[in-house]
């Protein structure tokens, strides 16, 4: 699917929102939108979902589509059974197999108490759940989520993660936004910054994430990935697991694998070159042990 020279406003007189942006959104990836309050982020999504036509350049090849908005409209006249059901079919599946999948998502995120309720008196966190619920009833080649892990409890929003996971692994393009700047770390293969109404691609690179766009104008000389193996404080200083670390020093890049300086039990320090900082994050969110405490760019020998 392709954004070509993709604009938007919302009054003629206003500012335009998005300009010229292109891109290209591949299948079985998933890309992360990032971007300052204002900046176009939702904007972005709605055009890429389709709930909100460009006023310039055109969208091509967009598959089936899902989407949760930022805000879902949780005064519907329904029940979630009704209403999943319903989407259900929107969603090309047969009548019968809509009210088995809707069961199936309530059932899923713990919400199946709530099937027959209506949707104007559920709390805010279970009308989320519909709205998840809804995007996840077909198998979208093009799943589209604005801070849908907004309000969810921490199962559902586990379960979201596994959905989006599973989605990118069968050939689905998901496209996320979310204030959780390691949401998804370890999967994102693309993070698309929204800055003056552009839109860059931008090296999946933790610190982005977690600092903000501003950093990376200035390409750090070094990324330092502090580290808890996550054991109780009173343990005695435990040695980081020697595979953990033979791993790490075998990877390109990885200047450095050392205890904390801070003395941390349990703490420990990599220090990495800012191109292979996702690989490495990658390698250390897949350790149960592991914890991630810090990312930070620094100048070598601070
Ligand atoms: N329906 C609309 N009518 C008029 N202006 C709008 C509309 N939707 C968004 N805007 C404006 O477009 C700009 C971008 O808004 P958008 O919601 O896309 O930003 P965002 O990056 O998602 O923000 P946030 O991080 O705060 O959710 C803002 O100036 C906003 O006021």
């Known amino acids: 699917m392709r954004l070509r020279r993709v604009g938007k406003r919302f009054r003629r007189a206003d500012n335009w929102v998005l300009r010229d942006v292109d891109a290209r959104l591949e299948p079985g990836r998933l890309v992360r939108v990032d971007g300052a309050n204002g900046s176009g982020k939702s904007t972005l999504l709605r055009v890429i979902a389709g709930t909100t036509r460009p006023d310039r350049g055109r ?5 089936p589509t899902a989407y ?3 805000r879902f409209p949780g005064d519907l006249p329904f029940t979630p059974a009704d209403y999943l059901a319903h989407m259900g079919r929107i969603h090309g599946l047969s009548t019968a197999r809509a009210v ?8 899923l995120f713990g919400a199946h108490g709530y099937a027959r309720t209506p949707m104007r008196a559920l709390s805010k966190g279970t009308s989320q759940k519909v709205a998840v619920a809804q995007a ?13 892990w907004t309000g969810l409890d921490p199962p559902s929003r586990a379960i979201l993660d596994s959905a989006v996971r599973e989605r990118v692994v069968h050939g689905g393009t998901v496209v996320f936004v979310d204030h959780d700047a390691l949401r998804l770390a370890d999967t994102v293969d693309t993070t698309l910054l929204v800055r003056d109404g552009q839109v860059t691609r931008v090296p999946p690179s933790i610190e982005l994430l977690v600092h903000g766009p501003r950093r990376v104008s200035v390409p750090a000389s070094l990324v330092r990935i502090d580290v808890d193996l996550g054991m109780a404080a009173d343990v005695a200083s435990t040695p980081m697991p020697p595979a953990l670390v033979t791993a790490l020093r075998s990877m390109p890049g990885v200047r450095d694998v050392c205890p904390r300086p801070d003395g941390h039990v349990n703490g420990y320090r ?9 690989d490495v994050l990658r390698a250390l969110l897949a350790d149960p042990a592991t914890r991630i405490r810090r990312v930070a760019e620094e100048e070598p020998g601070t």
Do not use: Q
Not at 270 to 278: G, I, K, L, S, T
């Open 59 to 63: 969208v091509h090849g967009r598959p």
């Open 68 to 70: 949760v908005p930022e």
């Open 100 to 107: 088995e999948r809707a069961g199936e998502l309530l059932e």
């Open 136 to 148: 996840l009833l077909a198998e979208p080649g093009l799943l589209v989520l604005d801070e849908a």
């Open 270 to 278: 990599v220090d990495v070159d800012p191109d292979v900082c996702a």
